[in-house]
């Protein structure tokens, strides 16, 4: 499968962003569904995901409450909605698609086979 981010841009403190993820190629509905990011300097870090088989998903601390991950199906398409926008959500952000991966691994990027190029996302006055 391939997978095409888009919809980063510069933004305020306090505003919003949604990331969409385009997914081409395979049967979309097969794949857990996650977005990572990567801050300059720093490791590429779980931000959430939406499993495959029942929907539910899974944030990471720092995102809860803020960040919402959604699927659509029939668009072959995962979305990140990013409220409440902070200077420290400033990095690269990547979708990622895995067919097999499982909760304990769910945060680790090797647990995923396939990503797509980083948008980038700047939260700055």
């Known amino acids: 499968v391939q997978l095409q981010a888009s919809g980063g841009g510069l933004v305020q403190p306090g505003g919003s962003l949604r990331l969409s993820c385009a997914a081409s190629?395979?049967?979309?509905?097969?794949?857990?569904m996650a977005w990572f990011r990567q801050a300059p300097g720093k490791e590429r870090a779980f931000v959430a995901a939406?499993?495959?088989?029942?929907?539910?998903?899974d944030y990471a601390d720092a995102v809860k409450g803020r960040f919402t991950i959604s699927r659509v199906n029939a668009e072959n398409t995962v979305y990140l909605q990013m409220n409440s926008l902070r200077p420290e959500d400033t990095a690269v952000y990547y979708c990622?698609?895995?067919?097999?991966?499982?909760?304990?691994?769910?945060?680790?990027?090797?647990?995923?086979?396939?990503w797509g190029r980083g948008t980038q996302v700047t939260v700055s006055s």
């Open positions: 990622a698609a895995s067919t097999s991966v499982i909760r304990s691994n769910l945060a680790s990027p090797s647990a995923y086979a396939y």
């Open positions: 190629g395979g049967s979309f509905s097969r794949y857990t």
């Open positions: 939406e499993f495959r088989s029942y929907g539910t998903t």
